[in-house]
């Protein structure tokens, strides 16, 4: 398989890390392209990754075709590479935040294959989420291997494009809620006499942990609050001085000021 980038911004080369670190595409296999070489230049030379000398060369050269360019760039994009799209037809893979598949079917062609995405950033360490959706034309082995290629950076979920932006809250903007969280849980840890590297490292640790729990268990998250709760304990004092500090509340608050922005 020969994967193309029109795009090689933050995300772009965050799934190539991952496709490379597990050993889904050899470097070789990747080709590249931006509008501005001196961004990605670097990038491509120390990954090994090949770079194209336009994106119409991209998509020649590719199987398949990830489009991560920016959403006001997309559209001219795809019509500038209609033509080389259109030849096989290859499948076009999409990053681009608020792109519809309708839309992409109206600029690219009613034929193409189409997959849409929205990873997060952890897909550079192979554990990454994606929503996808996928348009009628792409099916079987085109699709199983489109899928596959953010399988094996992580976690994928089917989902309806109306929910992509309720997804984006969950998954593409929550690892920096998650970062403050285990920031705020360090800063506790500091003021109370730990040093901050420490403290960051048992804060980190502890999510990760906590997180693995929740996906393995067969327990809602509350019955596994219930088994760390000892009656009368020091736990149950912290969650309910949390919450009456309006935990929970702030971070509803957070995702739905996340998602109203999204739409917006």
Known sequence: MQLGFIGVGGMAQAIIKGLIAADALAPSDIIVHSAHKEHYQAFASSTGVRMADSNAAVVQDSDFVVLAVTPNIAPDVLKETRDELNQGPK????????????????????????????PNVNVAIDAGMTALAVNENLTGAKLADAKGLFDAIGSTTVLPEADFSTFSAL??????????????LSRAGVKHGLNKKEAT?????????SAKMVLQSDKIPFDLI???????????????????????????????????????
């Open 91 to 118: 499948v076009l893979i999409s990053i681009v935040a608020g792109l519809s598949l309708q839309t992409m079917e109206e600029l690219a062609g009613y034929d193409m294959p189409i997959l849409r995405t929205l």
């Open 171 to 184: 998954a593409g903007s929550s690892p920096a809620y998650i970062y403050f969280f285990i920031d705020a």
């Open 201 to 209: 490292r048992i804060a980190a640790a502890v999510t990760e942990g």
């Open 226 to 264: 219930d088994q760390v709760s000892s009656p009368g304990g020091s736990t149950v004092a912290g969650l309910l001085a949390m919450e009456e500090a309006g935990f929970m509340t702030a971070v509803v608050k957070g995702i739905d000021a996340t998602i109203k922005r999204d739409q917006e």
